[in-house]
């Protein structure tokens, strides 16, 4: 199965999906990590160089045609299921879950780790509350199409594992 991790930036999709491919001997990969090894750059070195449109467009592309392998969780970049039909394929092709967090508890989570994140990389504390809450509420339509949303305060892979054990998807 692939399981395919959605959410804001900061939700947590990288460090539980890390947890819960090890808990479920699954592979695990990082769609952001996959498109630097395309691309040969960092994600902010293509906003750099590229802007934001054609970074959609190369995620889109490497979401869309990477090679995964059978049992696989992907932890997708917070602005993946927004763009073009992001939401509805990776429905189409594989379980997803939404990993709900409220802006103040992103908030707190992002702002040692806004470097790497081109988005929020210039805001000071008020500017990215700001900036989280108008976006969070802009992209939260195509989060809650995920085929199961759960909460993200104090969630560990083995809750989430519990949950998809408690609805019988893992098979
Ligand atoms: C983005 C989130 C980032 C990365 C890029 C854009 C977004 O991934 O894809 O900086 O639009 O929310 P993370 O959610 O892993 O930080």
Redesign the pocket.
Known sequence: MKIFLI?????G??TLGTKLAAKLTYEFI???KV?EARARTT??GY?EKFG?LK?REF?RDTLQRFNYPENIII??????P?FFDNMEWMNKNGKTIYLSLPPKALASR?KN?KE?????KDLDEDGLIRFITT?LEE?EPFYKKAQLIIDGIGLTAEKIVEVLHYQNQLK
């Not at 932890?75 to 993946?80: E, S, V």
């Not at 790497?116 to 929020?120: A, F, H, S, T, V």
């Open positions: 959410g804001f930036m900061g939700c999709k990288t990082d769609l952001d498109i994600i902010a906003f934001e970074f995620e932890a997708t970049g917070g602005g993946a927004c992002l780790a790497k994140r081109p988005l929020i976006k992209r």
